[in-house]
């Protein structure tokens, strides 16, 4: 499906790309080069299914060519436009399914914590299968929320571009989460574990 860009656009930034893509399909092939990968690894994320993962991966693509003229640039960048897309494809395939995203112990695994993500995280991290647990349980946007923060790591506001939040609610819904998830370890430990790994000593600040 990828379009084989031209070395005359290799280099170019996004704004220009996109500016030449709504006539130029090279220009649009640097542009799936780009980001095709992340929106792959998204869309697979919350899927957990190669095959669907591709095709709705190329069907992003081809939405976002069909309308790339429509595009306008109002401070958001080009990647939360096609993560919207793809958010949207999505949240149509769980609702013809009816079924929700089953996150494997892998995934998980991949999470980094960055500067934003506060010490409950990395506490809830100690214990892995335990948080797999409790997150396959979650609402579909909050699972959609975490992968975002941890395995895309994205911003709050990209965040709130993709799922249409602002990006105080993002904030909130991420704390919230995270806050849950934390309790609900911490209610699972017995005394004697929970003093011998440390865990959640620190009273809430959130």
């Given amino acids: 499906m990828?379009?084989?860009?031209?070395q005359s656009t290799s280099g170019m930034e996004d704004s220009e790309l996109i500016a030449r893509a709504k006539t130029d399909?090279?220009?649009?092939?640097?542009?799936?080069?780009?980001?095709?990968?992340?929106?792959?690894n998204y869309i697979y994320y919350r899927t957990g299914n190669v095959a669907?993962?591709?095709?709705?991966?190329?069907?992003?693509?081809?939405?976002?060519?069909?309308?790339?003229?429509?595009?306008?640039?109002?401070?958001?960048?080009?990647s939360a436009w096609l993560y919207r897309i793809a958010h949207n494809l999505v949240a149509n395939w769980h609702r013809d399914?009816?079924?929700?995203?089953?996150?494997?112990?892998?995934?998980?695994s991949q999470w980094r914590v960055n500067e934003d993500g506060p010490e409950k995280l990395a506490q809830l991290l100690e214990d892995r299968e335990a948080l797999l647990a409790m997150i396959r349980?979650?609402?579909?946007?909050?699972?959609?929320?975490?992968?975002?923060?941890?395995v895309e790591r994205l911003s709050n506001k990209e965040i709130g571009d993709i799922m249409g939040r602002s990006e105080g609610a993002i904030k909130s819904l991420y704390h919230r989460t995270l806050l849950s998830l934390r309790d609900e370890i911490q209610s699972k430990q017995t005394p004697a574990r929970a003093e011998k790994r440390g865990f959640f000593r620190r009273a809430r600040r959130d």
């Fill in 25 to 40: 399909k090279d220009a649009f092939g640097q542009l799936y080069e780009r980001y095709a990968a992340k929106i792959y």
């Fill in 2 to 6: 990828a379009a084989k860009g031209t």
């Fill in 52 to 78: 669907d993962a591709e095709d709705l991966t190329a069907r992003v693509f081809i939405r976002a060519m069909q309308h790339i003229g429509k595009y306008d640039d109002r401070g958001v960048p080009f």
């Fill in 97 to 108: 399914r009816s079924r929700r995203r089953i996150m494997s112990l892998d995934d998980v």
């Fill in 137 to 150: 349980r979650l609402p579909t946007d909050r699972q959609e929320l975490l992968i975002l923060k941890f």
